[in-house]
């Protein structure tokens, strides 16, 4: 298992005002996982029971529009995903989330989230991982220029640069890949 505890306590940290010991109980409640790349983790029309901490390789969500695969977020280490609205409303996915590469992480069940709650009104911090990701926002904003969005992944999640390729990436930001290569010569 590739997990360094100080990475992971931070990740928790910016969730929440936690002590070591609240830390540990956490992790104690998360199972560690390897899946392959191409691994689905939840399908299209799935519930999502589960929150996962993503600690090597590299995780995307995508809804298929007619043969089309398009990003809806990309993931790389030491982030938190899930798909909030099936796992919040416990109704079935519209999208789906697979493994780019082979990968390692830790899955918490909404069920173990629950009895951590029931332990500790602290844990009621640990709901602002659902909270949908406000820069993913600016991403879908039509408002928002293709040199904005690209600026915006640039300074918020540059590691997705190294990782998926440029097609991911304009899917993601919602460009065309003309557009992103455009947009990267400018820069």
């Known amino acids: 298992m590739n997990l360094d505890l100080k990475i992971f306590a931070k990740s928790i940290q910016n ?13 104690e409640y998360c199972t560690f996982r390897k899946v392959t790349k191409n691994e689905i983790l939840l399908k299209e029309g799935e519930i ?9 390789g590299a995780i995307y969500q995508y809804r298929v ?10 993931h790389t280490e030491n982030q938190w995903f899930l798909n ?5 409303s416990q109704k079935p996915s519209t999208e789906t989330i697979k493994a780019f590469l082979n ?9 173990s989230l629950h009895k951590l709650i029931e332990l500790s009104p602290v844990y ?12 993913i926002k600016k991403y879908f904003d039509h408002k928002t220029s293709p040199i904005e969005k690209y600026k915006s992944l640039l300074r918020y999640n540059p590691e997705i640069l190294k990782v998926f390729p ?10 065309t890949p003309e557009t992103l290569s455009r ?4 820069l």
């Open 15 to 27: 969730i929440g005002t936690f002590s070591l010991q609240e830390i540990e109980q956490i992790f």
């Open 48 to 56: 999502c029971k589960s929150l996962y901490f993503l600690l090597s």
């Open 65 to 74: 529009n007619d043969i089309d695969e398009n990003a809806i977020n990309l």
């Open 84 to 88: 909030n609205s099936s796992f919040i």
């Open 103 to 111: 990968s390692e992480l830790l899955e918490m069940t909404v069920y």
């Open 124 to 135: 009621y911090q640990f709901a602002r991982v659902l909270e949908p990701n406000t820069q």
């Open 166 to 175: 440029l097609k991911y990436i304009a899917s993601y930001l919602q460009i």
């Open 183 to 186: 947009v990267r010569g400018k």
